[in-house]
């Protein structure tokens, strides 16, 4: 053990005093002299580059950072920070990357939970694609052609602008980047009326291994079918996605309501499992579980909250949730009626009365943040949710979300996008641990504690394989070091991730980038040569 210990110091030592100056200080000016090579003279390419020695560099790393886990002075840091401002500069750095052998990161709006967009042990050059952020809608066809770094706020508001009655169907928290939110799958409060934001994708632009702008045609429907859902990290840069816009009608009603063990949240928590996935497909009701404490009456217990947003008025509601979910002892009171974008407002918890253009604000506030996901496709028995909530008390802080599927989602074929986790499913299930203490003991307390509730619910959940979000990133479940072991490491998370779709995923990255460029620490690996 001591003499592991030793070698791994050592050779972390020689990897820092040796390599860095011997090797990476020429790579790293001949991939500046790569990119003035390959642009002209009056696009200023140099001017998007940050190196660590520049003092805007720090900034320009932490604007995207979402998560403080990975905002620290020993996390890793890229070599160069490449910030383009069209879709040139994005071919230019993949043609320099490729040639002076360097990793690229890809980074959009930053939200991934692992960091991995801007984070490696491996060194690598960080693209930054925050300025790439048009947004261009139009009504007439329903469609719209939104760039990778616009926020998915910002297409609600230009949507918005344009019409009251259409929507797109994504994810709820409006600084999430369109970028990776989209080819990840993508899923919001639309998913039982309309699917994933993938299964609204018409057409994108990716750059591939070559440098290429291809479009749907020319890039073919195998690798299309790849990117909605297979994250598309793995085969190129997309620079811009076409959506189909949705209709939603001028009136929607929400309503959050609250329900401790005191008020029975374990009988309507079970008897929901039962109606989740059969429920009319205009309603979407995401279910809460949360630990408190207390501390007035120095008790803990659970609060399940459920929020809602349903494609009509209250009254249709009120007579759906009394037929199908009376459990609950839903009132009128509780229904707030009000426009699809005041929705958006309440489900990103805004208060009351703001305006829409508070969907503009680039910048949230952040914490430490862990993410697990499994997949319910049975109820669990009254007594085995009990015990849930027991432990979950037990632990204190981890809170369980459960997103409820059915609807559209059931009548979409497991192999029609990369995302297989369709009919069958009830919930999707998110752990979640939120927690603003620095430090490493608080790290590892907090990240514990996810760990242990995900091993106490394995009876509960999804087997062969134990399935998983690939936007609740993950590297629990399998991480890739791109060594001999690349496709069996990637076969440990891909078929958590994609289930059969995996080997799909292989073939398409076999074709399109069989030396595996495009690698990260949960890409999909090509079959070796
Ligand atoms: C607060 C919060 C709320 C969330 N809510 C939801 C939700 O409601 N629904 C949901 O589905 N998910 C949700 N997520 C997860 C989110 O969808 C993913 O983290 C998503 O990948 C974020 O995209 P991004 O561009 O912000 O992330 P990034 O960190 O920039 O990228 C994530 C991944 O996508 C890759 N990528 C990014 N841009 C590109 C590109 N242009 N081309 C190719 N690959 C690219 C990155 O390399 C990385 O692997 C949430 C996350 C957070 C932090
Ligand atoms: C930092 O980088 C930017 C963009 O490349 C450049 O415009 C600026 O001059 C650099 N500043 C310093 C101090 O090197
Ligand atoms: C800083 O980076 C520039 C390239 O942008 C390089 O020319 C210069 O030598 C670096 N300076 C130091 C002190 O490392
Ligand atoms: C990262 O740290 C800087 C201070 O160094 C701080 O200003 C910024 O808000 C932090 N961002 C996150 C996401 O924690
Ligand atoms: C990166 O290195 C750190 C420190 O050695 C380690 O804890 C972590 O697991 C590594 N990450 C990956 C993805 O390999
Ligand atoms: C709608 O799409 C058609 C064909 O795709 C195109 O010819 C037409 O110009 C578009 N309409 C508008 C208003 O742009
Ligand atoms: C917002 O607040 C106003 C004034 O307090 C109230 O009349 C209105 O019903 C509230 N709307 C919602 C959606 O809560
Ligand atoms: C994780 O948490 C459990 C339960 O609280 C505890 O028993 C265990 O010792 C912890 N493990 C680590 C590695 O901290």
């Not at 760039?147 to 409006?174: D, M, N, T």
Request: one cysteine or more; glycine letters at 6%; a positive charge.
């Amino acid at each position: 053990m001591e003499n592991s210990l030793f070698l791994t110091f050592s050779s972390f030592l020689f990897v820092i005093h040796f390599v860095p100056l011997a090797a990476s200080t020429p790579s790293y000016l001949s991939f500046l002299q790569c990119l003035s090579k390959h642009s002209h003279p009056s696009d200023h390419i140099l001017s998007r580059v940050y190196t660590p020695n520049n003092s805007s560099y720090k900034s320009v790393l932490q604007h995207y950072i979402r998560n403080q886990r990975f905002n620290r002075s020993t996390t890793p840091k890229p070599d160069i920070i490449f910030t383009p401002l069209q879709e040139s500069h994005v071919q230019v750095a993949v043609t320099c990357c490729r040639k002076t052998d360097k990793y690229l990161k890809i980074r959009s709006g930053g939200h991934d939970y692992e960091g991995i967009s801007y984070v490696s042990n491996i060194s690598f050059v960080l693209l930054d694609m925050s300025n790439l952020r048009s947004i261009d809608v139009d009504i007439q066809n329903e469609t719209a052609w939104v760039q990778a770094g616009a926020l998915l706020g910002e297409l609600y508001y230009r949507i918005w602008e344009k019409s009251k009655v259409h929507a797109f169907p994504a994810g709820v928290c409006p600084t999430v980047g369109v970028g990776g939110h989209i080819t990840g799958g993508g899923y919001g409060n639309l998913l039982r009326k309309y699917g994933l934001s993938v299964d609204n994708l018409i057409d994108a632009h990716i750059v591939d291994v070559h440098g290429r702008i291809l479009n749907r045609g020319s890039m073919g429907e195998d690798l299309f079918w790849a990117i909605r859902g297979g994250c598309g990290a793995s085969f190129g840069v997309i620079s811009a996605y076409k959506l189909r816009l949705v209709k939603v009608p001028d009136v929607v009603t929400v309503f959050r309501v609250v329900r401790t063990l005191e008020e029975t949240a374990i009988d309507i928590v079970y008897w929901w499992q039962f109606i989740a996935e059969k429920i009319d497909s205009n309603l979407f009701i995401r279910l809460a579980l949360k630990p408190i404490d207390e501390k007035q009456k120095g008790t803990k217990t659970i609060t399940a909250t459920f929020v809602a947003l349903f494609l009509g008025d209250s009254r249709e509601l009120l007579s759906i949730m009394d037929r199908d979910f009376p459990q609950l002892g839903l009132h009128i009171e509780d229904c707030k009626e009000m426009s699809w974008i005041e929705s958006e407002l309440f489900w990103a918890s805004f208060p009351n009365g703001t305006l829409p253009d508070a969907l503009l604000n680039r910048k949230p506030g952040a914490k430490f943040l862990k993410r697990k996901s499994d997949y319910l496709q049975k109820p669990i028995p009254k007594d085995k949710l009990k015990s849930i909530f027991d432990k979950m008390i037990e632990l204190g802080d981890t809170e369980l979300v459960f997103n409820q599927y059915g609807g559209r989602m059931s009548e979409i074929p497991e192999w029609e996008t990369p995302f297989p986790h369709r009919a069958g499913n009830i919930f999707k299930i998110q752990y979640a641990a939120n927690w603003g203490k620095e430090g490493k003991e608080a790290e590892n307390f907090y990240i514990n504690q996810t760990r242990v509730l995900y091993n106490y619910m394995t009876p509960f959940v999804s087997k062969s394989p134990r399935c998983a979000y690939l936007n609740y990133r993950d590297l629990d479940i399998g991480v890739n070091h791109n060594g001999n072991n690349r496709y069996i490491e990637g076969r440990v998370y891909g078929l958590k991730y994609f289930k059969d779709n995996f080997n799909k995923l292989v073939k398409v990255k076999t074709l399109v980038d069989p030396d595996n460029f495009f690698w990260n620490e949960q890409s999909i690996p090509p079959l070796a040569a």
